[in-house]
């Protein structure tokens, strides 16, 4: 979730970090060990990291086909006026429902949905369906996901466009 928040992270807080989010279960005293500082002060800037909204919690990462649900896909939606997902219905009416994203641009949110198998997901459409126009992209595979979040030390600048100028070339 994004937030406005801001914390100054020094290179300690994201080792702390990093190791966190690549194993959660760890003991203060085994992530002091890993990024040389003592049980209470890890303790500390964690609590720290806690209370400023960096950790926002500690979770088990379940693999949804090894418990019944393989169907993985995301889906576009256009929300009807006065129809909205967001504003008219609640988590526990779409249980499928793993992730909503709102965007900008041609449609309003971006769904990820888990579904038993593709009758399921069809359902699972039909009922979204009643909320305006979808365009849905089941997930054949995954290549790459869960990137932990790390420093961002490089901007990247805006290339400027080459043969366009707000003059139509002159100037």
């Known amino acids: 979730m994004a937030?406005?928040?801001?914390?100054?992270?020094d290179a300690v807080d994201w080792r702390i970090l990093g190791e966190l989010?690549?194993?959660a279960r760890l003991s203060f005293n085994e992530l002091a060990r890993r990024v040389h500082l003592s049980p209470p002060a890890v303790a500390e800037?964690?609590?720290?990291m806690r209370e400023a909204g960096v950790i926002a919690g500690y979770r088990a990462v379940v693999d949804p086909g090894a418990v019944g649900q393989p169907v993985r896909a995301f889906m576009q939606l256009r929300c009807r006026p006065g129809a909205?997902?967001?504003?008219?219905?609640?988590?526990a009416d779409y249980p499928e429902v793993a992730a909503i994203h709102r965007l900008s641009g041609e449609y309003c949110t971006l769904l990820e949905i888990r579904a038993?198998?593709?009758?399921h997901?069809?359902?699972v459409v039909e009922r979204i369906g009643t909320h305006g126009e979808v365009r849905t992209h089941i997930v054949l595979s995954t290549q790459y996901?869960?990137?932990p979040v790390t420093p961002l030390e490089n901007e990247r600048p805006v290339t400027p466009s080459a043969g366009w100028s707000p003059r139509g070339g002159e100037g």
């Not at 937030?3 to 992270?9: H, P």
């Not at 909205?84 to 988590?91: A, D, I, S």
């Open 84 to 91: 909205c997902l967001l504003r008219t219905t609640g988590e």
């Open 145 to 147: 996901e869960g990137r």
């Open 3 to 9: 937030t406005s928040r801001s914390f100054d992270a």
């Open 116 to 119: 038993r198998d593709l009758a």
């Open 121 to 123: 997901f069809e359902g």
């Open 45 to 48: 800037r964690v609590r720290r």
């Open 21 to 23: 989010q690549a194993d």
